[in-house]
């Protein structure tokens, strides 16, 4: 047990290594407690101005269960004040997810916002979802796992909710019993297909046991910190703190693809000017001066903040995130360089406890993602 952002969080359990748990998971299921995450419920007329300012995505145009990845972003400079997920639970409600190690900061700064927004936008509701529980059941296996305990509604069939949707179903619980409506999002952070299940927190630990119980241990186990933080590397994600922060924004970050298309044609939102103005071709006067980038290493694997060295041994950028990849066998790492070496195949070096290692460029994610996507099934993404 380790603390992390206030709790004691597991690494990994006696039955598997952090290792075997992470090869577990890309091969069968694993079951993440992520309850120390943070759940909000916006809520009223205002609920859309208040995510179109802070965030560059456009929520009123999420159909009813639908979500999406964004950033929420500093006024001015449109630096990452934390990542986020928001859903769509209806035309003025919102089921939105942030990082635990940001909770107080996030919470000052939706607080200042919702101040500043005023009531010229209508009535706004904003709940902490304190009594909820949120686990997250990834791998291959999971749809699987998961149907044999859903009572409904209907079918309640969980093949037919696709890749960034959601919805509220029952499960049958080991007692006998019938739970509570629980939130079902298909995603998660392993790269793998999966759900996020939030949960009233009375009956967290019955669900928990449920779906360990029903599936058995030959095909779900629990897993800790150690192996959620290897999966999410390999599949290229970030973590807030290392691989973003507050100064750095989403086109740095290589997360351009947060900025919907309306919002790059009307802005309105926090840091727009910076952002729009990085997203324009570099002869448009646009660009910036450094980018994420992932990094397949020799020899022993980098940590954060190692430095990264161009071809004069240059100090050309910084290390944020790294380690052996159990999948590939190989160290991998993401950082930021200056533009100009982020190129897909640039050699460079990385010093690596005084020792220089050869480092070369690659595409992200380092292991293709299988997301169940409408349409294709599971499929990269």
Same mark, same amino acid.
């Given at each position: 047990?380790?603390?992390f952002?206030?709790y004691?969080?597991?690494v990994?359990?006696?039955?598997l290594?952090?290792?075997?748990?992470?090869?577990?998971?890309?091969?069968?299921?694993?079951?993440?407690?992520?309850?120390?995450?943070?759940?909000?419920?916006?809520?009223?007329?205002?609920?859309?101005?208040l995510?179109?300012?802070?965030?560059p995505a456009?929520?009123?145009?999420?159909?009813p269960?639908?979500?999406?990845l964004?950033?929420?972003?500093?006024?001015?400079?449109?630096?990452?004040?934390?990542?986020t997920?928001?859903?769509?639970?209806g035309?003025?409600?919102?089921?939105v997810?942030?990082n635990?190690?940001?909770?107080d900061k996030?919470?000052?700064?939706?607080s200042?916002?919702?101040?500043?927004?005023?009531s010229?936008?209508?009535k706004?509701?904003?709940?902490?979802l304190?009594d909820?529980g949120?686990?997250a059941?990834?791998?291959p296996?999971?749809?699987?796992i998961?149907?044999?305990?859903?009572?409904g509604?209907?079918?309640?069939?969980?093949?037919?909710?696709?890749?960034?949707?959601?919805?509220?179903?029952?499960?049958?619980?080991?007692?006998?019993?019938?739970?509570?409506?629980?939130?079902?999002?298909?995603?998660g952070y392993?790269?793998?297909?999966?759900?996020?299940?939030?949960v009233p927190?009375?009956?967290?630990?019955?669900?928990?046991?449920?779906?360990?119980?029903?599936?058995?241990s030959?095909?779900?186990?629990l897993?800790?910190l150690?192996?959620?933080?290897?999966?999410?590397?390999?599949?290229?994600m970030c973590?807030y703190g290392?691989?973003l922060?507050?100064?750095t924004?989403?086109?740095?970050?290589?997360?351009?693809?947060?900025?919907?298309k309306?919002?790059?044609?009307?802005?309105?939102?926090?840091?727009?000017?910076?952002i729009?103005?990085?997203?324009?071709?570099?002869?448009?006067?646009? &660009?910036?001066? /450094?980018?994420?980038i992932?990094l397949?290493?020799?020899?022993a $694997?980098? *940590?954060?903040?190692? @430095?990264?060295? %161009?071809?004069n041994d240059?100090?050309?950028?910084?290390?944020?995130?790294?380690?052996p990849?159990?999948?590939?066998?190989?160290?991998?790492?993401?950082?930021?360089?200056?533009s100009?070496?982020?190129?897909?195949?640039?050699?460079?070096?990385?010093r690596?406890? &005084?020792?220089? /290692?050869?480092?070369?460029?690659v595409k992200?994610?380092?292991? $293709?993602t *299988?997301?169940?996507k @409408?349409?294709? %099934?599971?499929?990269p993404?």
């Amino acid at each position: 047990m380790v603390p992390f952002a206030g709790y004691e969080m597991p690494v990994s359990y006696d039955d598997l290594t952090v290792g075997e748990s992470h090869k577990w998971t890309r091969e069968k299921a694993s079951l993440f407690d992520v309850g120390h995450m943070v759940q909000h419920k916006l809520s009223g007329p205002a609920a859309v101005a208040l995510l179109e300012l802070i965030t560059p995505a456009s929520p009123a145009s999420l159909k009813p269960y639908h979500s999406t990845l964004s950033c929420i972003l500093h006024p001015e400079t449109g630096g990452i004040v934390d990542d986020t997920v928001i859903a769509a639970l209806g035309p003025e409600s919102f089921y939105v997810v942030t990082n635990a190690a940001c909770r107080d900061k996030d919470i000052a700064y939706i607080s200042d916002q919702i101040s500043k927004l005023g009531s010229i936008n209508g009535k706004l509701d904003w709940d902490v979802l304190n009594d909820q529980g949120l686990m997250a059941l990834q791998g291959p296996l999971s749809a699987e796992i998961l149907q044999k305990v859903v009572a409904g509604p209907g079918t309640g069939n969980v093949m037919d909710l696709y890749f960034g949707q959601c919805r509220e179903l029952t499960l049958k619980l080991s007692s006998g019993s019938v739970s509570p409506p629980v939130l079902v999002s298909r995603g998660g952070y392993t790269g793998e297909d999966g759900f996020e299940i939030s949960v009233p927190a009375e009956v967290t630990v019955e669900v928990a046991e449920t779906l360990l119980q029903s599936a058995g241990s030959e095909k779900l186990r629990l897993a800790g910190l150690g192996a959620r933080d290897s999966l999410r590397l390999e599949a290229g994600m970030c973590l807030y703190g290392h691989d973003l922060d507050d100064k750095t924004t989403p086109v740095e970050a290589g997360l351009s693809w947060v900025v919907s298309k309306d919002r790059r044609e009307k802005g309105g939102f926090h840091g727009s000017q910076v952002i729009l103005k990085q997203l324009k071709r570099k002869e448009d006067g646009g &660009g910036v001066s /450094r980018r994420r980038i992932g990094l397949v290493i020799e020899g022993a $694997p980098a *940590r954060e903040g190692a @430095e990264i060295l %161009g071809p004069n041994d240059q100090v050309v950028g910084k290390i944020t995130s790294g380690c052996p990849s159990p999948t590939l066998g190989k160290n991998v790492a993401m950082g930021y360089v200056a533009s100009g070496f982020n190129k897909t195949g640039t050699s460079l070096g990385v010093r690596v406890r &005084g020792k220089l /290692r050869k480092a070369e460029v690659v595409k992200m994610p380092f292991v $293709p993602t *299988r997301y169940w996507k @409408e349409g294709s %099934g599971t499929a990269p993404m």
